[in-house]
């Protein structure tokens, strides 16, 4: 088992990043410190990280790109181990506006890369995407590490490249470095521009629920929790230069996502299904729309003992009741509000 004290986590203020660092104070065994480096983009929320103890937590208002901060920090803090989690990670973003998903996911990598690179004895690693392989059809097997790479929008493109550039380092400067790819996330503080919160928040205002094209497009979904416990697995015992799978064994249709996210938020509220089902409206399809994701997770399953621990069903309605719980959450986003402690606290001094 590598043995870890101190973690870099860039990224950590967004859904998956700030998961993984609540979930990291309460492994048995880890007494280390964690900083999070961080360039709180409209993605960064600090009301994700509240009530950690700052003895531990170290929060960094900077850049991926900056890497004479990365190596200050990596120095000062005496970090043996980095988890990058900091990207550019909306798709519909991605076609609207591609080059800052260069920036941030190939440069931004490449940067920490050469971080590393001058201290091999830090280990590296990437948080991917099940997108970097592409679509499957209906009926194709699920994917494995061993599919082909095929982006299809500039978001998975930017992450193919930047899972390249680990393992060109990794095999060129003899890094210690692995890689995992993730099936599309859900859960607490997910910021509502992805599918399952942005339909929550929407049936909560009684706005239009927009289902690109059919509807007929497959995700495979996996909760956030248990994501950051299968990125933890990888840290301890995952080989280097490996590449791990990470799904949550739940393809399901998005027009029966929706369907069955509309039934859930009316029994809540114990109200009629049909009052939210009503609110769907299917709209343009996105360009370059995959079609189906799915994964297989045989290897972490087999290497690792790791497999995703949430029914979906089950997963998804806890998930609506916290958004229903935490109306403040939702509203500070929607209202910017959640940017002022960072524009007051941080304006002009990053880092
Ligand atoms: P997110 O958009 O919620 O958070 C990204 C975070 O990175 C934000 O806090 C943002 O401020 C920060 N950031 C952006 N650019 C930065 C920069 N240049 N320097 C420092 N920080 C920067 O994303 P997420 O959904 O939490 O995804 C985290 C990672 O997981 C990404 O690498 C993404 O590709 C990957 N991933 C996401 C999913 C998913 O379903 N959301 C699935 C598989 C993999
Ligand atoms: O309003 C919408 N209507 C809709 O039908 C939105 C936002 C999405 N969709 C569809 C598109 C997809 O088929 O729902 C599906 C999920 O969409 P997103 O939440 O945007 O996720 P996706 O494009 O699948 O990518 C996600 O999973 C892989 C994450 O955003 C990525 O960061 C991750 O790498």
């Not at 790479?149 to 930047?162: F, G, I, L, R, V």
């Not at 956030?224 to 416990?229: L, N, S």
Request: hydrophobic share 40%; glycine share 8%.
């Amino acid at each position: 088992m590598r043995k870890f004290q101190n973690l870099l986590v860039t990224g950590g203020a967004g859904f998956i990043g700030s998961a993984f660092i609540r979930s990291a104070f309460t492994r048995p065994g880890f007494t280390g410190t964690i900083v999070n480096l961080d360039a709180m983009t409209y993605a960064g929320n600090l009301d994700n990280l509240v009530g950690l103890d700052p003895a531990r937590h170290v929060f960094v208002h900077g850049d991926i790109l900056d890497g004479a901060l990365v190596e200050r920090l990596v120095d000062t803090h005496a970090i043996d181990t980095i988890v990058h989690f900091a990207a550019e990670s909306h798709v519909d973003r991605s076609i609207h506006g591609p080059a800052e998903f260069i920036q941030t996911n190939v440069v931004g990598t490449m940067r920490l890369l050469d971080v590393v690179r001058a201290r091999p004895h830090v280990h590296f690693h990437h948080v991917s995407t099940d997108e970097v392989y592409g679509s499957l059809g209906f009926e194709d097997p699920m994917f494995t590490e061993e599919h082909p790479y095929k982006p299809n929008s500039p978001y998975a493109a930017s992450k193919a490249a930047s899972d390249h550039l680990v393992r060109s380092w990794a095999r060129t400067y003899k890094l210690s470095a692995t890689t995992s790819h993730a099936s599309n996330n859900y859960g607490p503080y997910q910021f509502p521009e992805k599918l399952i919160p942005l339909m929550i928040a929407n049936c909560l205002d009684g706005k239009p629920l927009p289902v690109y094209g059919d509807g007929g497009n497959i995700r495979d979904w996996l909760h956030v929790d248990d994501h950051a416990a299968a990125i933890w697995r990888v840290l301890e015992d995952g080989a280097p230069h490996e590449v791990y799978d990470i799904g949550g064994g739940n393809e399901w249709k998005n027009l029966a996502l929706v369907h069955c996210l509309c039934d859930a938020v009316a029994e809540l509220r114990g109200e009629p299904s049909e009052k939210y089902r009503a609110l769907i409206t299917f709209v343009a399809d996105r360009p370059g729309h995959d079609l189906r994701y799915a994964i297989a997770g045989d290897k972490i399953a087999r290497e690792l003992g790791w497999r995703p621990s949430y029914d979906f069903v089950t997963g998804l309605r806890a998930t609506i009741r916290w958004y229903v719980d935490h109306p403040e959450w939702i509203a500070r986003v929607k209202t910017g509000a959640y940017r002022q402690w960072i524009d007051t606290n941080y304006a002009g001094r990053s880092a």
